[in-house]
């Protein structure tokens, strides 16, 4: 399984940036697809995921600002990122797991990760 972050860079408070993941190695359209965050001395966070059928969870401070999609026919998950603080300046990282966890906000509950793509937002 292979998962490849693109779409990271430096962006002005208020801007935006998309996002990408590409998975290959994997029956992508039955795999839940997620997208974590690390910010420099703190613990990677949940910040969205997505069901096989498209239904999607979004951590409360991304609510309205971040929206996670998936192309079944591409193998590709992106996170359209809007409105972006300097508090979101993070690596990105995009995860997949084959089955859906109830507790699919923490780490533990996916088994294949990217490297991560650097999101970088100045104020």
């Known amino acids: 399984v292979q998962l490849v972050e693109s779409g990271g860079g430096l962006v002005q408070a208020g801007g935006s940036l998309r996002l990408s993941c590409a998975a290959s190695g994997l029956t992508f359209s039955s795999e839940a697809m997620g997208w974590f965050r690390q910010a420099p001395g703190k613990e990677r966070e949940f910040v969205a995921a997505?069901?096989?059928?498209?239904?999607?969870y979004h951590r409360d401070s991304v609510k309205g600002r971040f929206t996670i999609s998936r192309d079944n026919t591409k193998n590709t998950v992106d996170l359209q990122m809007n409105s972006l603080k300097p508090e979101d300046t993070a690596v990105y990282y995009c995860?997949?797991?084959?089955?859906?966890?109830?507790?699919?906000?923490?780490?533990?509950?996916?088994?294949?990760w990217g490297l991560g793509t650097l999101v970088t937002v100045s104020s």
């Open positions: 997505i069901r096989p059928y498209s239904r999607t």
């Open positions: 995860a997949a797991n084959r089955y859906w966890s109830v507790t699919y906000y923490r780490s533990g509950s996916w088994s294949y």
